[in-house]
Structures are given as structure tokens and as C-alpha cells.
T-cell receptor, first 111, second 115 residues
Framework: QQQVKQSPQSLIVQKGGISIINCAYE??????FPWYQQFPGKGPALLIA?????SEKKEGRFTISFNKSAKQFSLHIMDSQPGDSATYFC??????????FGEGTQLTVNP | DAGVIQSPRHEVTEMGQEVTLRCKPI?????LFWYRQTMMRGLELLIY????????DSGMPEDRFSAKMPNASFSTLKIQPSEPRDSAVYFC?????????????FGAGSRLTVL
């Protein structure tokens, strides 16, 4: 019940396209849903996060869409750029617990 | 702030040798996490500490692995004896309990290769 399932495992997008990564969870007590971005040779870093009281959060070209009834959330990267090429992890947690990470998605944006 | 500092960045050792990885969390952070990353298993939480006390070590693979946090500014992850299947990137991360430990700041990682 603590799992967070992420898909796809890898994604190739052309420059200027939209990248979409999906995550699903089972634990309805989760109340915080962040996305982390990891570049090669670096540790993951917080990219954007959402709480379940809103259905969407946008920061620049990055948007989280949240569907509470379906227990799913997704990351949309608009106008994808080669510099966005990285591994993306979704995660979830309840208050007082530790983060549960998804399996990761390796995104490649071709020029 | 210099962020979470890990050492060494790279370690190559032979099977059976002892390996010690070190971490200095961000000053003022009172939660510390050790993760292991491999292609096959992704990011795995090994152990985490709150206020220097181990809270959950259920992710530690076996007795060969041990972790300590003697004070708020230093932690070690030790593997003894090391095996080739321990080859991975080990990350340390820290967070503040005051903010609900929601935001983890990761170090750059220690890449371990066991021959």
C-alpha cells in the first residue's frame, strides 16, 4: 500500500514537444506529492510538489496534474528542451512519514 | 550553505574489503536518509535518522551494512565485508523535521564499485 507506481520507464521526446510522466498510488493517506529531477552524476533535486487539495500546480514549463479519485498524478513538461533530459522520480508521503519514491523515468529530449 | 556533502565521490574496492561512506547533512536539518540507487532497483531507502536516532532500518540489506550518526553533523554507512552486488551509487539526504521532512536535499552521491 506504500508503493508508488511510475510509468513509463523511459521516454523520448522531440524538442518543443510535451513530456508526460504518470504515477499511481494506493494509500489514500498520502498528502504530499513531489517530483524530483536527477541529472547524470548528481543527486535528485526537488522540482515541483502538490498537495491533494488542488488539482493542478504549474511552475514555468512544469505542471503537476492531480486526480484524487483516480489516485493518480502526472508531470507535464511543456516545450521540452534538451536540457530537460534527466531522470524524473515521483514520490508521496503522509504527514510524519518518509517519502516513497516511484521507480523513475529516464527522459531524453532530442534536439 | 554547501549542501549535503558526501565522501568519497568514487570508491573502487575488492570483494571482502570494508567500505565506509560519509555524509555531512545541511546545518540545522534533523532528519538524515541513506539511499542506494541501482539500474535494477531504482532508489532504495536503506535507513533514516531523526535527531540522530535511527528510526527505520528495514531497508538495510543485511548485517554487512551498518549506519551511525554520532552527532547532528555527521553520519557513516559501513559495508563489511563488501560484495560485488553492493556496487551502486549511495546517496545521503537531509531534511528538516520542522517542515514535516517533506523536502529532501540530496548529496552528489558516492559511487561504489566492488570488484
Amino acid at each position: 500500500q506504500q508503493q508508488v507506481k511510475q510509468s513509463p520507464q523511459s521516454l523520448i521526446v522531440q524538442k518543443g514537444g510535451i513530456s508526460i510522466i504518470n504515477c499511481a498510488y494506493e494509500n489514500t493517506a498520502f498528502d504530499y506529492f513531489p517530483w524530483y529531477q536527477q541529472f547524470p552524476g548528481k543527486g535528485p533535486a526537488l522540482l515541483i510538489a502538490i498537495r491533494p487539495d488542488v488539482s493542478e500546480k504549474k511552475e514555468g514549463r512544469f505542471t503537476i496534474s492531480f486526480n484524487k479519485s483516480a489516485k493518480q498524478f502526472s508531470l507535464h513538461i511543456m516545450d521540452s528542451q534538451p536540457g530537460d533530459s534527466a531522470t524524473y522520480f515521483c514520490a508521496a508521503k503522509t504527514s510524519g512519514s518518509r517519502l516513497t519514491f516511484g521507480e523513475g523515468t529516464q527522459l531524453t529530449v532530442n534536439p | 550553505d554547501a549542501g549535503v556533502i558526501q565522501s568519497p565521490r568514487h570508491e573502487v574496492t575488492e570483494m571482502g574489503q570494508e567500505v565506509t561512506l560519509r555524509c555531512k547533512p545541511i546545518s540545522g536539518h534533523n532528519s538524515l536518509f541513506w539511499y542506494r540507487q541501482t539500474m535494477m532497483r531504482g532508489l532504495e531507502l536503506l535507513i533514516y535518522f531523526n535527531n540522530n536516532v535511527p528510526i527505520d532500518d528495514s531497508g538495510m540489506p543485511e548485517d554487512r551494512f551498518s549506519a551511525k550518526m554520532p552527532n547532528a553533523s555527521f553520519s557513516t554507512l559501513k559495508i563489511q565485508p563488501s560484495e560485488p552486488r553492493d556496487s551502486a551509487v549511495y546517496f545521503c539526504a537531509s531534511s528538516s523535521l520542522d517542515s514535516g521532512a517533506n523536502v529532501l536535499t540530496f548529496g552528489a552521491g558516492s559511487r561504489l564499485t566492488v570488484l
